[in-house]
């Protein structure tokens, strides 16, 4: 389930100053966060190898026949286990010119010129270790590498000679110098890896349009999906080379069936920034994923990925989603296979991507509401939420509460939620809490709070709803989600919705509050009411 939650979802001063400073691919790779046992163990053979070239100051210490057998076993190594190795390497280069930085900063010279050496061996290695399995790099991209070694040169010569003198004036006079060599390095370096994973994804991309073997257009495909998972920069680099134009194209011949739901992935990661939409809209992506989520033979996994790209390129956090106007003439199709495809759903991750992309439309077009409502989507939801192995995560139940939020402002949406007992869903979802204590599930659970509640406030201007949640005890559950903060995780917009569904059904029932309820969450202004509940949160100790 993590991988489908995760989807629904970034040297002069030194230190965080000197990070930001960085290059976007040396940025992100220092930012890379796995469990750092597992970290340890994969980098040291890389830090091992590099201190014994520190030792023998950078001299081989291979014959010419340990070359070639090392030539040998690096070639059977996968063009992504090479790209995978580069990465490492690379993160590790980030991961120290950082430390340099901060170990400048507090004139640690000792320890600057170790680490200095340290990466210089680190650059040489990668460069060597990517030159031994790349055999067609061009010119550019030697001229970088050859700036680079040469300034990682003279920048182990000036940390040098730095640890030779005592003065401290000639320190700090040379401490701009290194500064500065130091930024020179970092922008060399991250130009240097732009280049070699533009490089290295326009092979892929090749090999893709070139290729009619399933295993190697497997291989391919699998590539840039690693690639994408390194942050928005890459997958930039991915669409501006030809990669969606490539992807969609797999999805346009049955011989790779079997691959579209791998191709789907990776498209739905490319889209994460406006250059991959741009591609997709160029190449009527749009009208392919239509017609796969429309086509019953194709597998429910090829067609909850396709629902993942619709995900994507809907969701409303995204701000340049506008132009897909090829989306509005499919989106009744769309639609209606989304909803089939809720209602067939065999698990809760299937669910989850096809409701995702449901609630995203809500917010995409005003008439998708018009459509569900015709289609009973209501009705197909309400009952899924009532099976727990199909609705049973929060992250689930915040796309069905989105959905039905967004309905809710439809004069017909109230009945149907009196037939299918909705007003007794939207008040157990007043009680969400995280069995985890997951940040992401906390958060979710939030929103499913919040949108409860703005659901019930929105419905309650029906009588028989209103009357409906007075019945099943909605109004003390709302009292007790204003007064305690710890009830709503002390969220400020939970506080505001369920304020307002409070007000709307005190209408209704001003006899179900206590006088000082009454007085100070219904009476005032809202604002008024709201500042009240927040200063509860305050401590004088």
């Keep these: 389930m993590k991988k489908y939650t995760n989807r629904l979802r970034s040297m002069a001063c030194q230190g965080d100053d000197y990070l930001d400073s960085l290059p976007l691919p040396v940025q992100r790779m220092h930012l890379i966060q796995v469990d750092s046992v597992q970290r340890w163990m994969e980098d040291l053979k890389l830090m091992t190898d590099c201190e014994c070239m520190c030792i023998l100051q950078s001299k081989p210490i291979s014959t010419e026949e340990d070359a070639q057998s090392e030539l040998i076993l690096s070639s059977q190594h996968s063009a992504y286990d090479n790209l995978q190795l580069l990465l490492k390497r690379a993160w590790i280069i980030s991961t120290e010119l950082t430390r340099i930085a901060q170990k400048l900063e507090k004139n640690r010279w000792q320890r600057v010129h170790s680490m200095t050496v340290r990466v210089n061996c680190h650059v040489r290695s990668m460069i060597n270790e990517y030159n031994r399995f790349t055999r067609n790099s061009s010119e ?43 930024t020179t390095v970092a922008q060399y370096f991250g130009q240097l890896i732009e280049l070699v994973l533009t490089y290295e994804i326009q092979n892929l991309v090749r090999q ?20 994408t998972q390194e942050g928005a920069q890459l997958c930039r680099i991915i669409a501006k080379e030809g990669g969606v134009v490539a992807l969609f194209k797999i999805c346009r011949q049955d011989c790779f069936r079997c691959l579209y739901p791998q191709t789907l992935r990776t498209l739905a990661s490319i889209c994460c920034v406006e250059e991959g939409i741009h591609q997709l809209e160029k190449v009527d992506g749009i009208l392919c994923l239509a017609d796969i989520l429309t086509d019953s033979t194709h597998s429910e996994a090829t067609r909850a990925e396709a629902a993942a790209v619709i995900a994507q390129i ?19 199709e769309i639609v209606t296979a989304l909803v089939n495809l809720c209602h067939e759903a065999s698990s809760g991750e299937v669910f989850l991507l096809a409701s995702a992309a449901l609630a995203n439309i809500t917010f995409f077009d005003t008439m998708a509401c018009e459509m569900l409502l015709h289609l009973n ?7 899924a939420c009532a099976d727990k192995q199909i609705v049973d995560t929060p992250y689930s139940r915040d796309q069905v509460v989105t959905i039905l939020a967004n309905m809710s402002v439809l004069d017909q949406c109230a009945s149907e939620i009196i037939q299918g007992n909705g007003v007794q869903l939207l008040m157990e979802m007043l009680f969400e809490r995280s069995s985890s204590g997951n940040s992401a599930e906390v958060t979710a659970c939030e929103r499913v709070q919040q949108k409860s509640a703005v659901t019930l406030a929105r419905l309650s201007r029906d009588p028989e709803v209103a009357h409906a949640a007075i019945k099943l005890s909605c109004i003390p559950r709302l009292i007790e989600l204003c007064r305690s903060p710890t009830e709503r995780n002390n969220s400020d917009s939970v506080l505001v919705a369920c304020l307002a569904a ?20 219904v009476k005032p202004r809202l604002v008024d009411s709201f500042l009240l509940c927040t200063n509860m949160e305050e401590s004088f100790v």
């Design 140 to 182: 550019e991209m030697h001229q970088f590498e050859k700036l680079l070694i040469e300034k990682c040169s003279e920048f182990t010569a000036v940390t040098e000679r730095c640890i030779q003198t005592e003065d401290e004036r000639t320190l700090q006079s040379m401490k701009a110098c290194i500064n500065e060599t130091l």
């Design 314 to 332: 809907t969701s409303p956090h995204l701000t340049f989603t506008q132009h897909l106007s090829s989306f509005l003439e499919n989106m009744e």
């Design 502 to 521: 409070l007000r709307r059904l005190a209408v209704m029932s001003p006899d179900g509050l206590e006088d000082s309820d009454f007085q100070q969450l």
């Design 208 to 227: 893709i349009n070139s290729s009619d073997n399933i295993y190697i257009t497997e291989s391919s495909t699998s590539g840039l999906f690693s690639l």
């Design 377 to 383: 989507a209501m009705k197909i939801l309400l009952a």
